[in-house]
């Protein structure tokens, strides 16, 4: 796959791809049922505001705090993530991603009905994880994608699943070789063992250089004393925790850390 995708729909080379992580929704266990979605609503819209302001390149909206996690997702959790969105678009000035975790195909119909230009999302390989056996079909996903006409939504494949351990094989430059050969994704994350863990530099140096014509993004752990080595070796990042107050995942967006984040990147990249 060409690297220039990222450029034409995100805008750079080298993008940070911010999340913006719903509160737990209807249906999940953590569901504040006093507040329910209006205040789902007013965080998503404070925190997406905050990254934005804070300059990055584009957000992806995910139900972070849907915990535990669902691998075939009900359609109440889709359906109140497209309120979400649908309320606080009109604030949205860059690009923005999905991901209904951890649900590929619903991934994708969320897209196509918000308007989303990438899913992320796990599509490949068979897993034991800390939900059970998790298995995919990429196969049906991708002809899914075609029937509903969201072809041109990007598909990003996260290749080192949180909380979960391919059953097949081992060999990270294997998984990457086969996964772009088999599949064709649109882009590869790396990531750490969970959210906010930092990925392993040289992990990212093997996936990029099995697969050099493919785009390869640091999905967990950029930070701003690392973000310059990731994005050395990486064509972007997935960007989360590190936003957040006191860098902690349960914290809302803070600006400040966002823009200083933000002036590390953009000087980067005049360096390129």
Not at 68 to 94: F, N, Q, S, W
Not at 186 to 191: E, G, M, N, Q, Y
Request: glycine share 8%; hydrophobic share 45%.
């Amino acid at each position: 796959m060409s690297s220039k995708w990222t450029k034409e729909v995100l805008g750079t080379e080298k993008p940070i791809i911010a999340m913006c992580h719903f509160m737990a929704l209807p249906g999940d266990p953590g569901f504040d049922k006093k507040g329910g979605m209006e205040a789902v609503i007013c965080r998503a819209r404070k925190e997406m505001l905050a990254l934005q302001e804070g300059g990055v390149d584009a957000i992806m909206f995910s139900n972070e705090f849907s915990l535990p996690y669902l691998t075939d997702v009900h359609v109440e959790t889709v359906a109140a993530m497209a309120r979400v969105i649908g309320e606080i678009k009109c604030d949205l000035k860059i690009p923005f991603g999905v991901n209904v975790l951890w649900d590929p195909q619903k991934s994708i119909d969320l897209a196509m009905a918000t308007g989303a230009k990438f899913v992320r999302e796990i599509f490949t390989g068979v897993y034991a994880s800390d939900f059970g056996l998790w298995n995919t079909n990429c196969g049906e996903v991708v002809r899914h994608q075609q029937a509903i006409g969201a072809e041109d939504v990007k598909l990003l494949f996260n290749i080192v699943p949180e909380a979960a351990k391919y059953i097949q094989r081992d060999d990270i430059r294997q998984i990457a070789k086969s996964t772009v050969f088999n599949c064709r994704p649109d882009a590869l994350c790396v990531s750490g063992l969970t959210a906010g863990a930092a990925t392993d530099s040289q992990i990212l140096k093997e996936v990029k250089s099995e697969v050099p014509e493919t785009i390869v993004f640091a999905n967990t752990g950029v930070r701003i004393n690392n973000v310059e080595e990731q994005l050395s070796i990486a064509d972007g990042a997935v960007v989360g925790t590190t936003f957040k107050e006191e860098g902690k995942f349960e914290n809302a967006a803070d600006v400040k850390r966002v823009k200083e984040f933000m002036d590390v990147v953009k000087k980067f990249r005049a360096s390129l």
